[in-house]
């Protein structure tokens, strides 16, 4: 009779590391059985690279944490979703919308939040001795429904004057602690309690709203003493939207450019991580939604005249990367941040080399 569990521990966003929460979880779930631990989605590589847990907690292919767990259930006896959220509210915001992506399974899946365990599957006997575990208030939602019976996309627990973003996109702040976002009837956005940014929903542009990655508030709330891996160098780079992906596009880039404030900022500080320098075209129209300020080495940084970041971001998209976002290295970091400044022209304010 098997008596030790193959557990999953699906860990989501930094704060869940950087709190030493996750540690802390697969620490206890050790007693039951052997534990197996990921991230599951990309705001959480840069916190577990800069705690040295790359070895313990694994960061590879980005999966969301819906199909991490949906993918974890195929061989495990247990699943534990890991998540600090900026409250109670946001928490169970969080599990509902995730579970409302996993298929219905008699495996226990039970999320550990700060201060709260969620049950949200599983059988009474397969989950003797798991809700204590972890000394949280344990509330059992199993059997009700995941989301509300509506057509659109709610955020709860945001505070007021939070940045709302979609797929990277900053769209508005938000104006209550409860948000909806919905599509017409040709797809365009429609929103309650969101005071919208024109630019932001340009860019964004049409997207699917059942998929899209939804957040407010910034990247990581929590800080850590930054550290870097070594990228292996044998590409160039450009992101110019979805700042987060350049932690699994980039591995193995020589340099990256990065088009926009945010993006840039974002993009840079994950890149960091791996040890790769970036070129940022940026133009002074920062929402904020990240406070991790640090660029690697080499880096350069062009700020244009208002409103031509993207202009000139579509310039070197067109011609030195074909339209894409990836080409095999033909030059150095040097050479390309001269082919920058030669696009920017008289819109350039200033570049810096960090």
């Not at 802390?24 to 040295?52: C, N, Y």
């Not at 505070?159 to 996109?169: A, K, T």
């Not at 769209?171 to 017409?184: D, H, M, N």
């Not at 991580?273 to 920062?286: H, K, Q, S, Y």
Request: hydrophobic fraction near 40%; charged fraction near 25%; proline fraction near 4%.
């Amino acid at each position: 009779m098997k008596t030790r569990k193959e557990i999953s521990v699906i860990v989501h966003g930094p704060e869940a590391v950087d709190s030493g929460l996750a540690l802390r979880v697969m620490e206890a779930a050790s007693s039951l059985g052997h534990v197996q631990a990921r991230v599951g989605g990309a705001t959480a590589v840069a916190a577990v690279i800069d705690a040295g847990l790359e070895g313990t907690i694994s960061i590879g292919d980005r999966e969301l944490p819906s199909m991490a767990i949906t993918r974890a259930l195929q061989g495990s006896d247990l699943v534990l979703l890991v998540n600090h959220g900026k409250g109670r509210v946001s928490a169970l915001a969080f599990g509902r919308l995730v579970m409302s992506r996993v298929p219905r399974t008699s495996i226990p899946v039970v999320q550990v939040d700060d201060g709260l365990t969620v049950i949200w599957s599983g059988e009474d006997t397969s989950l003797a001795g798991v809700p204590a575990l972890f000394g949280n208030e344990v509330l059992d939602l199993r059997g009700e429904p995941t989301l509300p019976a509506d057509h659109g996309r709610r955020l709860s627990g945001v505070v007021p004057g939070e940045n709302i973003w979609i797929d990277g996109h900053v769209i508005g702040r938000a104006t209550r602690e409860e948000v909806l976002i919905c599509q017409g009837p040709a797809g365009e956005l429609q929103v309650e309690g969101i005071e919208l940014k024109p630019t932001g929903v340009q860019r964004l542009g049409r997207f699917d709203l059942p998929s899209a990655i939804i957040r407010s508030g910034q990247v990581r709330r929590t800080r850590a003493t930054p550290r870097c891996l070594r990228s292996k160098g044998v590409v160039a780079c450009l992101i110019d939207h979805c700042a987060e992906e350049a932690v699994y596009r980039c591995r193995d880039a020589a340099y990256v450019v990065t088009v926009g404030d945010d993006t840039s900022k974002i993009a840079a500080a994950l890149l960091y991580r791996l040890g790769v320098p970036v070129i940022a075209i940026t133009d002074g129209d920062e929402d904020g939604i990240s406070s991790d300020d640090i660029l690697y080495p080499g880096s350069y940084v062009f700020r244009l005249l208002p409103g031509n970041d993207d202009l000139v971001g579509a310039m070197i998209a067109a011609e030195h990367f074909q339209g894409g976002h990836r080409v095999e290295l033909r030059s150095g970091i040097e050479e390309m941040a001269g082919r920058v400044r030669a696009a920017c022209g008289d819109r350039l304010l200033w570049e810096r080399r960090f």
